[in-house]
């Protein structure tokens, strides 16, 4: 059985063992290590978090090209099986590229898709509270949409362009989230 190069250290992490990894040793911390995925952008067309590493722009709400990245740090998720404190049930969707809340009852509105957003593939992953610090605070769950977004952004499009709502995305009921930069 071929062990992912993720399992090792987790499995050193929690035993305090050293793993042998090509010809380098990692060992293991009292703690896990974490195990984030970067390639997550923000877009600038629609203020929406989505994901950079499938080789495409993804379907935004606010234009026909896809997700814009420019202007955008590489920001990493941590998965829900992390060491650290969040909110979990955040997902990937296949469709549009974008990270939603699947912890509700409904698969919320995807741009890309009349049935909402899909899970299949996507991993489990975890959101920071900005209480928890060192990132970059301003992010938030659209209860219209049930996509993340970044509120920070100023002038015209400071609310963002959600596929439910002709006036944006909406906060309320939201946490302040953070996201960190890889």
Known sequence: MKLSRRSMLRIAGSSGLAVIVGSAVAVGQESPAYAAQSKWRWCWKCQGLWFSGNNTFGVCPNSQSGHGNSGSGNYSLLFASDAGSGQTNWRWCWKCQGLWFNGNSTMGVCPASEFGHGNQSSGNYKIEFASVGGGQSQ???????????????????????????????GNTGSGNYQLRAS
């Open 139 to 169: 992010w938030r769950w659209c209860w219209k949409c049930q996509g993340f977004w970044f509120s920070g952004s100023n002038g015209s499009n400071a609310s963002g362009v959600c596929p439910n709502s002709a006036f944006g995305h």
